[in-house]
């Protein structure tokens, strides 16, 4: 495996992933979930986090509890995302968090979290979509991005940013980035549709996606995602991208392209101490 510019942990056999830049600010808990050591059977083996699915409900709550016990905080302290490959953004407040998890509530489609509150885990999932994590810890502002290529040709990681700034007077020279295990540019295949859009919606193509002939293309969203970021005033070296491909890594990680759809998520999640 590829040396990731995030950090692996483990804890009583349990594989899970750091932002170093973050864990240097001593603000936050959080983590990135692999596959390893929960109580789900195939093919959502085994730490399956995803609500909603057809896995067991009772290995999913299991494997919510090993993450609450992992990173220490309260089940009912969790505000989830309703993903929809869409870029409406929640900021989140108490009234989001305890309830049910696997109860489908029916809510509006919301792809992006933020907070300044503090003992509120945002929690958002994964199999293949970029994660994007964002903490200011000047401001003391946290924020998570699922960004699938709907969500990044519809730049949700711009929309995180602006709100951040607007909302709690972020500055973005201020602002740290992680970018999460994801399907990587040596994997991710797309057609002429996504190729389209990404036409319309980003200049200098040519650095994000790599033609294999044939109306094909490899999409880098890591890059892609980078130029928004860069764009909206983020350095640099304020962003790190974990490398990590979910597809290349299917042992610790889910992956719906290399699983065809059969699987289960991954979860990003973040909490302000
Ligand atoms: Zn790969």
Redesign the pocket.
């Known amino acids: 495996m590829i040396k990731s510019n995030f950090t692996k942990r483990e804890k009583d056999g349990v594989i899970y992933y750091t932002i170093p830049s973050f864990d240097r600010t001593k603000l936050v808990k959080h983590l990135f979930s692999t596959r390893i050591k929960g109580f789900s059977k195939p093919p959502f083996d085994s730490l399956n986090l995803g609500i909603n699915r057809e896995d067991s409900i009772d290995d999913v709550r299991k494997n919510y509890e090993i993450i609450c016990k992992l990173l220490d905080i309260s089940i009912d302290s969790i505000a989830f995302s309703n993903q929809v490959h869409g870029t409406d953004i929640r900021i989140v407040d108490k009234s989001h968090t305890a309830k049910d998890i696997l109860l489908n509530n029916n809510e509006e489609g919301i792809d992006g979290l933020i907070t300044n509150k503090r003992e509120i885990a945002l929690c958002t999932f994964y199999a293949d979509c970029v994660p994007l994590y964002f903490l200011d810890p000047s401001k003391k502002v946290i924020g998570l991005a699922h960004a699938g290529w709907r969500g990044t040709a519809g730049k949700i990681a711009e929309k995180i940013i602006d709100k951040m700034v607007d909302l709690y007077n972020c500055l973005p020279k201020d602002i740290l980035v992680g970018i999460g295990p994801s399907?990587?540019p040596?994997?991710y295949e797309v057609g002429e549709n996504v190729f389209k859009t990404f036409n319309e919606n980003f200049t200098k193509l040519e650095k994000l996606l790599i033609s294999k002939g044939d109306n094909k293309w490899y999409l880098n969203l890591w890059q892609a995602n980078m130029v928004i970021l860069k764009g909206r005033g983020i350095l640099q070296k304020n962003i790190i991208i974990s490398k990590l491909?979910t597809?290349?890594n299917n042992d610790k990680f889910y992956s719906y392209r290399k699983e065809d759809g059969k699987t289960g998520r991954m979860a990003a999640v973040i909490q302000l101490l």
């Open positions: 399907i990587g040596c994997c491909c597809n290349c």
